[in-house]
């Protein structure tokens, strides 16, 4: 049985908010093992019976041997080579985001025990650092429903060389074919020229909003130190106790993730 830290079930999910291309859904995979207990391992997947269906969803390559972030010997998270994103096969076709029309229907339905309940438990959305209307929008979405934890935890960047890096990869892993996927070029692009043009204003919307919202940063996922230090914040912020035993194996995905970024 799934040893739930808050209750996940329907309420109380967290909202864990990012621009594409920060590494927000490794972040997220990440947390997976420390609010949830049972059997975690990073180990590499030989193809089970419940995610089959969900990895033809999948819009990358893999193969039978993919190594990846395992709960109770079924695959919740891996990374593709070469495009260095994190993948969480459940969540595709299933799991709705904050961003989504359908976002909690009651035609979608959790069952205890499934690995979907763990992805469920900490919803998504996106930003960019000078849209502020929409982090505004996100931060009342979570206040106003009562499903959701009402602290949004914003994934910033604090040095502008990150912003770069985040626009690098969202090129690496978008299809430029795609209008929407060109929009967020040019809403990181917009980033990038209030930065250059306001230095001192690096992520202002945020440190208005003070304590209605958490931080972390991009800054810090590429060494480990820094980026467990992260995790450990986020979870004092939420006053969850967690699995911290499970540390050893959230280094090695995130190790895995390190291994396969194009840009650092």
Avoid at 96 to 120: G, K, M, Q
Avoid at 190 to 213: C, M, Q, T, W, Y
Wanted: charged share 30%.
């Amino acid at each position: 049985m799934i040893g739930y830290i808050l209750s996940y079930a329907k309420n109380n999910r967290l909202v864990l908010c990012w621009s594409p291309g920060t590494g927000g859904d490794m972040v997220r995979a990440c947390l997976y093992p420390l609010l949830f207990d049972g059997k975690w391992e990073y180990k590499l997947y030989t193809g089970d019976e419940w995610f089959s269906k969900y990895l033809k969803m999948v819009p990358y390559d893999h193969d039978e041997e993919t190594t990846g972030l395992h709960w109770n010997d079924r695959l919740i998270s891996y990374v593709p080579i070469s495009k260095g994103q994190c993948i969480t096969p459940s969540m595709w076709g299933i799991i709705p985001t904050l961003d989504d029309s359908d976002f909690l229907s009651d035609d979608i339905t959790y069952i205890h025990e499934r690995p979907t309940d763990i992805v469920a438990s900490i919803q998504k959305s996106h930003h960019t650092e000078t849209s502020k209307d929409w982090i505004l929008e996100i931060v009342k979405k979570a206040h106003d429903i009562d499903e959701l934890n009402p602290l949004v935890t914003f994934i910033c960047v604090k040095d502008i060389r990150y912003l770069d890096i985040i626009k690098k990869n969202w090129k690496l892993k978008s299809n430029p074919t795609i209008i929407d996927e060109l929009d967020w070029i040019n809403e990181f692009d917009a980033d990038i020229k209030f930065r250059e043009e306001n230095p001192d204003k690096a992520n202002h919307v945020f440190h208005e909003l003070g304590s209605k919202i958490h931080m972390m940063y991009m800054d810090n996922f590429y060494d480990w130190k820094k980026f467990k230090k992260e995790l450990e914040d986020y979870m004092s912020r939420y006053n969850i106790e967690g699995y911290k035993e499970n540390f050893p194996v959230v280094k090695q995905f995130w190790q895995h993730w390190i291994d396969e970024q194009v840009y650092k």
